[in-house]
């Protein structure tokens, strides 16, 4: 249901990280540091940080380990400090909408962190089923639409490309 999310908010990054900004991102259950892109803000960002959480399994609703939830809450709570010490100036919380939807993570939680947050640090959420009340808190909400894609043909997703 729509790929690009991820990248959208590194493109938003690396626009920042061009004018000097300092970027953190989290990421929820993608644990791959073979991504091209993790590999690329290592190699050229330095001022870019990543921490990857979970283990980059498919979970599937109701069927969430105490493990799942452990690890998006530490994933959280690296984001949340990050957000609050001052030190970024961009803080991506990727696949946040998913460990919200699937009850790994209280929206009322993230609604309180977005509250506080300094105003010169700016904020990204992504990932599908983002709650009502994240949207109607958000200041610029997009949708990613997959209108064709070459998953559905069964090519396999390309080292370079997907990932």
């Keep these: 249901k729509g790929k690009g999310k991820t990248t959208a908010a590194l493109g938003l990054a ?3 990280s061009g004018h000097g900004a300092k970027v953190f991102m989290v990421q929820f259950n993608k644990n791959n540091p073979k991504y091209g892109e993790i ?3 290592q ?3 330095p001022d870019f940080t990543v921490v990857q959480s979970g283990k980059g399994r498919i979970m599937v609703r109701g069927q969430l380990l105490q493990e799942d939830i452990d690890e998006s809450r530490n994933c959280f709570l690296q984001g949340k400090e990050a957000l609050l010490s001052q030190k970024y ?4 919380f990727d696949e946040i909408n998913i460990a919200m939807d699937y009850g790994l993570l209280a929206v009322e939680e993230v ?3 977005l509250a506080v947050r ?3 640090v700016d904020v990204v959420l992504t990932g599908r089923s983002a709650p009502q009340e994240i949207v109607d808190a958000a200041d610029m909400v997009s949708e990613v639409n997959e209108i064709k894609h070459h998953y559905s043909a069964g090519i396999k997703a390309r080292r370079g490309m997907e990932f």
């Design 14 to 16: 690396l626009r920042a």
């Design 39 to 41: 590999q690329a803000i």
């Design 43 to 45: 190699k050229f960002l």
């Design 89 to 92: 100036d961009l803080v991506i």
């Design 111 to 113: 609604l309180q962190m």
């Design 118 to 120: 300094p105003p010169h």
